[in-house]
């Protein structure tokens, strides 16, 4: 038995979960959407750079939801990961899961998405342990803020360590699967490093350093 650790977006779906649900708070009208997703655009490009401060854009995208009950987040996303997130599911994805689970290894989700996304979604594929950026919730509402540190970039490496030591599990013979150049320090720290569907910079990395590299649909 092994850890095996999976990034979310781009990873496991086909896009970014974050992104689409500001689409979504468009048609909900908590936004005007063409400027919103202007300025999303703009993060995210930051983002695939590997330059964003996830603080800025975690702000930008939580303000629609201030003073929302996280029931009726909840009541709005499981719509939304049926109807926008599943048809994004990579199948390749679905039998890497199985194939692993069928070893009797451990599964765990790890993404620099917010939990109100990353659980649900995470659960419609099977996987019930999630790590992600945790919303702030202050009398019973979302406050726009974010708690503790972010699962991003050595966040994640630092909210990972502290889980195995919550749940006595190690990262010998652990694998971690992700697309992108802002997971490669958590990629470098396990023994079994994955590349999927990589952005140019994880390729260039994964092809020097002799990783695996995948083509999932």
């Known amino acids: 038995m092994a850890l095996v650790i999976f990034d979310l977006d781009d990873t496991l779906i086909h896009g970014d979960c974050a992104t689409l649900w500001s689409e979504q708070m468009g048609r909900l009208g908590w936004v005007d959407p063409e400027p919103f997703m202007r300025k999303n655009n703009e993060l995210m490009d930051a983002y695939s750079q590997g330059k964003l401060l996830m603080e800025d854009f975690m702000k930008f995208s939580l303000e629609p939801m201030i003073g929302r009950t996280p029931e009726e987040i909840e009541h709005l996303v499981e719509p939304w990961v049926e109807d926008v997130i599943e048809p994004l599911i990579y199948s390749d994805a679905t039998k890497t899961i199985a194939r692993h689970r069928a070893q009797g290894d451990r599964i765990l989700v790890i993404s620099a998405s917010g939990t109100h996304l990353v659980r649900p979604i995470a659960a419609r594929i099977g996987i019930d342990e999630v790590l992600g950026i945790d919303l702030d919730i202050s009398h019973g509402v979302y406050s726009g803020q974010t708690v503790g ?68 649909i």
Not at 177 to 191: F, G, Q
Not at 194 to 202: E, I
């Open 149 to 216: 540190v972010l699962t991003y970039r050595e966040g994640k490496i630092t909210r990972l360590l502290a889980w195995l030591e919550q749940t006595g599990e190690t990262l010998e013979g652990a694998y971690f699967y992700s697309d992108s150049r802002n997971d490669l320090p958590l990629l470098s720290k396990v023994e079994f490093p994955q590349a999927v569907n990589p952005d140019p910079v994880l390729r260039a990395h994964a092809e020097q350093a002799g990783w695996p590299i995948h083509h999932w």
